[in-house]
């Protein structure tokens, strides 16, 4: 249900949060989480349309928070991204009962997202 893009856009953030909310180049988020600094940059460029991160230009800058990790969900950072969690489906009946389940689901999925914050995800980092 999280793609690819969204997994990495959750580690730049908590990369960000995890160091007090930057700032941070994007060489340092690349090495420290694995995502390529290519497509990292366009990533960071969504979240910062969303207005979840900022740059700063110059000696000491990079990429930072905009808001504290507290008040960042892990749905506004999955939603910037990709723009969806919801599961791709090819029956468009809603009275299907396989559909019906998956967009329970999928509901459900969101709202767990919604309430956690990446301040959760720091404090119950290893």
Do not use: C, W
């Amino acid at each position: 249900m999280v793609s690819q893009t969204a997994e990495y856009a959750l580690h730049a953030v908590l990369f960000l949060a995890n160091a007090g909310g930057g700032p941070a180049v994007a060489q340092d988020i690349s090495e420290a989480t694995g995502v390529p600094k290519g497509y990292l940059h366009k990533i960071l460029r969504r979240l910062g349309k969303a207005g979840i991160l900022g740059s700063q230009r110059g000696v000491g800058g990079g990429y930072v928070l905009l808001k504290p990790a507290s008040q960042i969900s892990v749905l506004q950072v999955i939603k910037a991204t990709t723009g969806s969690t919801k599961a791709n489906t090819t029956i468009a009946d809603g009275q299907d009962p396989i559909h019906r389940l998956i967009e329970r689901a999928s509901g459900r999925v969101d709202d767990i997202f919604q309430s956690t914050s990446m301040q959760d995800l720091v404090e119950t980092a290893p």
